[in-house]
């Protein structure tokens, strides 16, 4: 909404839209002069522009010119807080304007536009925003509520037993669960796992590694090579019972509750994870058995 006038935007009710043609050059002076100048006195003293502009009930009068070619034209506009049918008044007023300057004019009225309408649409669509911020920030069910406490008090238990960061109460369990950081020991909490202890780096601590011959212990690492490698660790060092692995390229501390329950139900015995190959194991095997039925093949024949 573009008014460039007196009058307190407040109060504006209708914008006058004019354009005028002048068969030679004018300036802006020249435009407004004529305004006043042919408009005075045809619709009396209580519509006479200067009088109306002196009380605020018409704003100033801008005008947006242009020349080219000898010729000039452009727009006017005029902000009103008259009502309409006075409004519309000074508007066809405008209409009998016959020169401007010393060139002969037409000024034609292309919209009286009811600026109340344009903040009724913004009213609207501001609404609209309103609303939707509102729906979007409702206050959540208290199942939602619930869980939130839930996982604020779980991932807040995490301690310090033997120096390594743990869940609650470590001690008091007959089966741990080794992890390698912190922050997959504050995963496990929040998804309600609390027999849960971190390695705390890549070299596993001696406190670890006697843990492993106190308790029945599961390993639970990441599935990359580096989750490859502390098993490897820590089947030479420790006596751990089982391991188990998260979903190929993921993490510990990004599993959801049920990867992290899937992975630890699918837990391998640590003898069985020595008894299976190993994926270059495997390879090797596979390429050695297609070597000696090759070899067999060409013996036959």
Known sequence: MIITAK??????????????????????????????GQ???????????????????IGRIDVDIKSEEGKTSGKILVPSSLDSS???????????IERIGPCN??????????????????????????????VGEEIPSTSIITEKIRETVRTGQVQEYLGLSAGPDIANFDEIIIVEGRADVLNLLKNGVRNVIAIGGTIIPKQIINLTKEKITTLFVDGDRGGDLIIKEMM???????????????EVEELSKKEIYKSLREKTPVEQYKAEPKPKELKEFIAKKKKETLQSEMQVM
Do not use: H
């Open 105 to 134: 004019s037409t000024v034609k009225i292309n919209n009286i536009k009811d600026v109340r309408l344009e903040k009724r649409e913004y009213m609207l669509d501001r609404a609209k925003d309103i609303l939707q911020k509102l």
């Open 236 to 250: 030479q060092l420790g006596e751990i019972d089982y391991i188990s692995k998260a979903p190929e390229g993921k």
């Open 7 to 36: 009058l307190a935007q407040s109060t504006i009710k209708y914008l006058i839209e004019a354009e005028f043609t002048a068969d030679g050059i004018v300036e802006k002076p020249d435009v407004i002069g004529a305004i006043f």
């Open 39 to 57: 408009t005075e006195g045809l619709l009396g003293q209580e519509l006479d522009l200067r009088e109306l502009q002196r009380t605020g009930r």
């Open 86 to 96: 006075e409004t519309a008044l000074i508007a066809a007023s405008f209409e009998t």
